[in-house]
């Protein structure tokens, strides 16, 4: 049964890089300790320094139960499954999986810092972009800080002056478990209104992760950018590199495109592509008695269609259209 993943992301005590040496410290209290409610509430208000009341230490008790590493039992707590598995693996890519599979939007954040480094302002802009169901008020950083916070206390993301980047670490967490997150994401929803976030799509080799599908269309739209298709739930993320060929690129922005899908199998199958600027390509030997595909496809040949400023990588494009004997 999928998890219902939480809106709301908490910071921890102890900074805005040190949510991870935090949560390690609170996890070992619960494991050695199994504290009752006011024992727990004593140890933070020993731990931190500006501890601001009870309330605020009660918000992220109850945000550690909400993921999952502690629970109540009886009058104690204890550590939960999520808490279990990381106290045993003492693994930041454990944590992280745990955090992007129980938390809404870190998957796709960390998908779009692959792309670009962005500002915190860009960060919060993406999220509700990608996520309306967040609900946060337009130009409010709060939500989007305590993301890039958890994010940069796991090792993931660091700052360079006014923004954002991935880093080594991060862009190799994103390559190791695209394919994971991807087999992971079994249950198609609804797909006409915001749950078409969570919407499975497959391709030739196998499934795409709802974070990176969303993220994709967020990115042109809502749109197939050659059909002008704007149902969401008709809507594929197709590879400009092959998913099966170029594992290295599966979770790359700057090589997919969404399309409908029955242009997506149009590309698959090489009927047409795009070129290094953009263009409609189509392949001469290929015929149709269709209306839509000859308005959509044949008679757009030559026409550019409109994608992003980051849009496809034009390498990847000449990548493809080289193996394409008719291009």
């Known amino acids: ?28 209290f619960v494991e050695s300790h199994t504290p009752t ?7 933070h208000c020993g731990s ?41 693996d003492r693994d930041v890519g454990t944590l992280l999986r745990i955090m992007c599979e129980r938390n809404l939007g870190l998957r796709s954040l960390m998908y779009a ?58 862009y190799g967490f994103v390559d190791e478990v695209v394919t994971e997150w991807a087999a992971a994401a079994s249950t198609p929803e609804a797909v006409g209104g915001t749950a078409a976030s969570v919407y499975e799509t497959t391709t030739q080799a196998g499934a795409v992760d709802p974070e990176f599908r969303v993220t994709v269309l967020s990115r042109y739209d809502r749109m197939c950018p050659v059909s002008g298709v704007d149902h969401q739930g008709l809507l594929d993320v197709a590879h400009i590199l092959s998913w099966s060929e170029y594992p290295e690129h599966r979770a790359d922005l700057g ?22 600027d953009c263009r409609v390509r189509v392949d001469p030997s290929f015929e149709t008695e269709s209306e839509v595909l000859q308005r959509t496809i044949v008679e757009q040949a030559g026409e550019r269609i409109p994608v992003p400023d980051e849009g496809p990588n034009p390498e990847y494009v000449a990548r493809r259209n080289a193996a394409l004997g008719w291009v």
């Open 37 to 43: 409610m006011d024992e727990l509430v004593g140890w």
């Open 113 to 170: 810092l692959a792309a670009e480094p962005m500002t915190i302002e860009e960060v919060s802009d993406q999220q509700l972009d990608t996520h309306s169901e967040l609900g946060w008020s337009r130009g409010e950083t709060d939500m989007a800080l305590q993301r890039v916070n958890w994010l940069r206390s796991m090792g993931m993301v660091e700052k360079r002056d006014d923004r954002y980047v991935l880093t080594d670490s991060g």
């Open 255 to 276: 090589n997919v495109l969404p399309l409908s899908k029955t242009h997506h199998a149009a590309f698959d199958r090489e009927l047409f592509t795009i070129d290094r």
């Open 48 to 88: 931190f320094e500006r501890v601001s009341s009870r309330e605020s230490i009660l918000q992220r008790v109850s945000y550690l139960q909400r993921v999952g590493f502690i629970r109540q039992d009886g009058e104690q707590w204890v550590l939960d499954e999520a808490g279990r598995e990381y106290v045993r």
């Open 1 to 28: 049964m999928p998890i219902d993943r939480l809106r709301s992301i908490v910071p921890m005590f102890g900074g805005a890089t040190r949510y991870v040496e935090t949560l390690d410290a609170v996890l070992e």
